[in-house]
């Protein structure tokens, strides 16, 4: 596997009284009121920080939540506060913005064993254009850098990438650790039949990962937003269906691909369509073959569940990343929460190896109360996958070698 995993750790740091500028992955699903509904990456991210506070460290926590253009009020990182005081058991401050004359004062303050948050740092282009000067301004901030944002770890942005050049020494935190400690073993040597449940609404960033995924597994099922530009690769109708027009030719190669590798790429035969993307549409089930004009799948159907389940039945090592559907609403749910029953019991009762990743399909898990029973809970969805691709993940590439 490409990417290393010797990477500089924490437990090297001379912490006491430096400022730590720390990326985290706090990109957690927030309802329409701006509540957490899931909030396993803020307690994923807690071990590194209380070591850090443990240390008398000051602690400056940086994150990016959604995929904002420009300063967008919805998109703030406040919702995450209340919610990282009580994990951490102190008052987190948090500062309106990531880099400037304010933060500097704000970070000035910060006595040894606390917190400050910075606000998303995708409010600036700069950010994932991987600016060098953005970069530094952040770097100015701290002494050293921990990332411990393996979700974001496949991005090379300023804040995950940039700034480890800038700052030394720059080290993985405690979550970065576990997660290529787990993921570089599994997914390099895995039990086979291996499997991928790929779904989810990020095609454009997902889809070209299927090639790579070709190589590896011995099976691959789609589902989710992910199917619908499969679909009209084959000419069939999608409605008004979440497609992605310029990568249709690149579907249609990965069909011929599978075929000529012998790979199992298994498409819903039938899906859940409705005629709004609401809780209450209205919903009913067809073909793949026969989406009307004006609906939109958003969920995969009962016959796709039953082949799919029988399909995974012979696996011996299963990752899935990415909803099936539209799993928010309980109407379009059911593909997604069966999905997660049956990985849960090929983990417990048959020794199956069973990886979730990303922060959807990690909240649907969690959402069943499944999580325990999963071989592995991934903060990363598409780093997971990249991983598993073999690529070296460039937040972990700009860390000091061990
Ligand atoms: N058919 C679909 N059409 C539109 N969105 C979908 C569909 N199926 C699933 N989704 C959405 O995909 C989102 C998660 O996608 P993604 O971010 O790729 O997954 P993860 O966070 O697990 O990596 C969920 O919010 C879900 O509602
Ligand atoms: O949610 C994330 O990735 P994931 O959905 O692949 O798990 C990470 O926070 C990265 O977000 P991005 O895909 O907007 O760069």
Known sequence: MATKRSVGTLKEADLKGKKVFVRVDLNVPLDDNLNITDDTRVRAAVPTIKYLMGHGAKVILSSHLGRPKGVTPKYSLKPLVPR???LLGIEVKMANDCIGEEVQIM????????????????????????????????ASLADLYVNDAFGTAHRAHASTEGVAKYLKPSVAGFLMQ??????????????????????????SSKIGVIESLLEKVDMLLLGGGMIFTFYKAQGYSVGSSLVEEDKLDLATSLLEKAKSKGVALMLPTDVV????????????IVPASGIPDGWMGLDIGPDSIKIFGEALDSTKTIIWNGPMGVFEFDKFAVGTETTAKKL?????????????????SVAAVEKVGLADKMSHISTGGGASLELLEGKSLPGVLALDDA
Request: hydrophobic share 40%.
């Open 84 to 86: 990282l005081s009580a």
């Open 107 to 138: 970070v000035a303050e910060i006595p040894e064993g606390g917190v400050l948050l910075l606000e998303n740092v995708r409010f600036y282009k700069e950010e994932e254009k991987n600016d060098p000067e953005f970069a530094k301004k952040l």
């Open 178 to 203: 576990k997660e290529l400690d787990y993921l570089v073993g599994a997914v390099s040597n895995p039990k086979k039949p291996f499997a991928a449940i790929v779904g989810g609404s990020k095609v």
């Open 273 to 284: 369509v409705a005629d709004k993307f609401a809780a209450d549409a209205n919903s009913k």
């Open 344 to 360: 849960a019991e090929l983990s417990s009762e048959k020794g199956v190896t069973t990886i979730i990743g990303g922060g959807d």
